[in-house]
């Protein structure tokens, strides 16, 4: 008997930690990870413990694992439909499959304690343009020391309630994108977050098997100090789904939620989330924002702590360059604002591909027309570039980074080995 074939370290996503953005899915090199309205699920028969997904997950859901026979492995099926992990199976049962197992489970915790060796042998090419390989897992070295994980699961309390103090269509009325920018109060209970953090809101009400709904994540809009500074509140920026990705009609739980939120609502918080997707905090540091949509929000969040450092005197020198993309001026959250910022305090350059009698244009697009300053700024170890928005973005980012990085002289490789382990290339797409 084939002793490798007797026991295997299943890996397994924990469905009460998990707050569905979808970090694992995106990353993971060989589409062992799916999910449905509900969980997100490990495949056991595409895993190959690679660990890409380990370190980018904000909730640590994703680090999980069972001993189990070869044979009796968790289906897909049977992950979909967990509210929560089953428990280890018994020691006695493990010894009853023999001394082959044993022998077969004391060299999987063995492999288990060395993620690493597994990891770089089974990992892809560094130089595949994927943010599974080229997105940092490590925040700036100066970035401020975020707090995760104090509300939830398996923290001290499961969760906090916030009450809504603002509501405020941030898209013009009249477009397809109803976007919201949502105010969110915390009274005297301690919710510290940094930019580039998220929170994941509990929607009321169960879903269509009657189960109470899991979390949905959003990034944070406001700055550390709050949205209104000195106080203890922060923002997010909510488009309404009404229609999915291949544009069927669906109403999102939580979005139509928290679009309609009146003013003295209460929420449902969990989090803060995110401890590599971070600002620097040095003076001289330069930070490339590449952006589409409500993915715009972490961007918001670190320009307006900069502008308010700025207007206190706190902050001298260090770039601030934004490419946003949206179809139309009209469905672009915060175009009125961004236009109001000082142009030697930030530069803008938008983006629109749906816009009449105007060729499509989108960020690559943006970013390939500024090659010289990119370019520039790729080689300079105090810049910094962030890409929030929709997956699709991805490829078409990497691809203009990796040609503006080439057309000027530079070893693509190596760049982004550099730009990876030195947290300076971070990637949030979902």
Known sequence: ??????????????????????????????GAITHDGRNYVVDADKCNACMACVPPCPTGAIDNWRLVPRGRTYSVTEQLGWDELPPPLPEAELASLGAEAAAQTEAVL????????????????????????????????????????????????????????????????????????????????????????SIGIIPPGTDAQGRPHHPRQYSVASPRNGERAGHNNLSLTVKRVL??????????????????????????VIGPFGSSFLMPNHPRSHIVMICTG???????????????????????????????????????????????????????????????????????????????TLAELLRDPDAYFYVCGLRAMEEGVLLALRDIALGAGLDWEALTCQLRDEGRLHLETY
């Open 1 to 30: 008997m084939d002793a490798a074939a007797t026991v295997v370290q299943q890996h397994l996503i924990d469905p009460e930690i998990c707050i569905r953005c979808n970090t694992c899915e995106a990353t993971c090199p060989i």
């Open 294 to 372: 409500t993915g715009s929000a972490p961007m918001r969040a670190m320009t307006e702590w900069r502008r308010r450092l700025r207007a206190s005197g706190k902050f001298e020198g260090g770039r601030l360059l934004l490419f946003f993309g949206a179809r139309t001026p009209q469905e672009l959250p915060y175009f009125g604002p961004l236009q109001k910022l000082p142009r030697d305090f930030i530069e803008v350059h938008f983006a629109f591909s749906r816009v009449p009698g105007q060729p499509r244009q989108y960020v690559q697009d943006a970013m390939r027309a500024q090659a010289a």
């Open 243 to 268: 229609t999915d990705h291949q544009g069927n009609p669906v109403r999102g739980v939580a979005s139509n939620y928290l679009c309609d939120l009146k003013v003295g609502d209460e929420v449902e």
């Open 110 to 197: 063995a492999r288990a304690a060395q993620p690493s060796v597994a990891s770089a042998a089974l990992q892809p090419e560094p130089a595949a343009l994927s943010g599974a390989t080229l997105g940092a897992t490590v925040p700036p070295w100066s970035a401020a020391h975020p707090y995760v994980n104090l509300y939830g699961p398996r923290a001290a309390r499961k969760s906090v309630r916030a009450t809504c103090v603002g509501n405020l269509r941030v898209t013009e009325v009249g477009s397809d994108y109803d976007t919201h920018h949502i105010v969110l109060d915390f009274g005297a209970m301690p919710f510290p977050v940094l930019e580039g953090q």
